[in-house]
């Protein structure tokens, strides 16, 4: 927060600051259930205070989830993902996106709870296939040079792969024993021992 709430006064928060608050209302209760009064009553905030900072509900919706995917695709634009053996870009790839996963921990656990139930959920899905396909193609071409075992299916490998990433919201937690390097390097281990081909 910028500013500690004092009392008879109201919070002010950054856009950035509301936007972690709701994410965490959004988890808790749902988006579904989740209104503005609960918003509003999250953040110290009077509705009229939040709709100053965005146009409603769907707009912070669209705010977080827009988030954790912008940072996805940031990851696909890396050059250890546009360099290099394919098999060293699909590594960076699935390495960075846990790195995404565990630094927008909220964000990204938003994300994968949408289910299409709104225009802000199905273009973020869309985006969402988007990057699989990417994936999928990235596994396509370190098969293609021989990197990857060939007798799996690209679109399955990358299900597994970020099936392993997604995974880590479940358990994961900040103040927890790992920090984001020990869990890249030990999903990138256990993914790309048996991945690699020898």
Do not use: C
């Not at 634009?77 to 060293?88: I, N």
């Not at 699909?90 to 990204?108: A, F, I, K, S």
């Amino acid at each position: 927060m910028s500013e500690r709430r004092q009392p008879g006064r109201p919070a002010r928060f950054t856009r950035d600051e509301l936007l972690d608050v709701v994410v965490g209302e959004f988890i808790a209760r749902g988006y579904d259930a989740t209104s503005m009064e609960d918003i509003a009553r999250a953040t110290g905030m009077t509705k009229s205070a939040v709709y100053h900072h965005v146009a409603g509900k769907e707009a912070l919706l669209a705010l977080a989830l827009a988030r954790a995917v912008d940072a996805l695709f940031a990851v696909l634009k890396e050059p250890g993902a546009t360099t290099g053996a394919p098999v060293d870009r699909l590594e960076h790839v699935v390495r960075r996106g846990t790195h995404v996963l565990v630094e927008l921990l909220p964000y990204v656990t938003l994300l994968l709870r949408v289910r299409g139930n709104t225009a802000v959920e199905r273009a973020a899905l869309d985006r969402r296939r988007d990057f699989d396909h990417r994936l999928a193609r990235l596994v396509q071409d370190a098969i293609d040079a021989g990197q990857v075992r060939a007798d799996l299916d690209p679109r399955l490998v990358t299900r597994l792969l970020f099936g392993t990433v997604n995974s880590v919201s479940e358990w994961y937690r900040p103040a927890g024993a790992h920090d984001a390097d020990e869990v890249a390097d030990a999903v990138v281990a256990l993914s790309f021992d048996g991945l690699r081909r020898h």
